[in-house]
């Protein structure tokens, strides 16, 4: 499956941005796919932020970014969303979108190429 990721930019503090994720592809239907947020700080490990399972039911998220940051997802559009508020300066990364979370193994097996999220202060 391939992830486009978009809706990144450059936002003052307290703003909000919408990230999407659109997935393509040959392989399994989207529905099947659990899919996740993660992102990586420019000299920081790559770290996780928010998960949703199949059907939307679940939805796990970062302490760092609970309570300001949502994920969601419409099956019906092969697309997942993070909806941030309240943004802060240590917001700021790559965010990726990834599909297919593998537990024992800990690894996302497809990724979308990120798109950078930049918040001043």
């Known amino acids: 499956v391939q992830l486009q990721a978009s809706g990144g930019g450059l936002v003052q503090a307290g703003g909000s941005l919408n990230l999407s994720c659109a997935a393509s592809g040959r392989t399994r239907t989207y529905s099947e796919y659990n899919m996740g947020w993660l992102r990586q700080a420019l000299g920081k490990e790559r770290e996780f932020v928010a998960a949703i399972g199949r059907s939307g039911d679940s939805r796990y998220c970062a302490e760092s970014v609970k309570g300001r940051f949502t994920i969601s997802r419409d099956n019906g559009k092969n697309t997942v969303y993070l909806q941030m508020n309240s943004l802060k300066p240590e917001d700021t990364a790559v965010y990726y979108c990834?599909?297919?979370?593998?537990?024992?193994?800990?690894?996302?097996?497809?990724w979308g190429q990120g798109t950078l999220v930049t918040v001043s202060s």
């Open positions: 990834a599909a297919d979370y593998v537990r024992n193994t800990d690894q996302w097996n497809y």
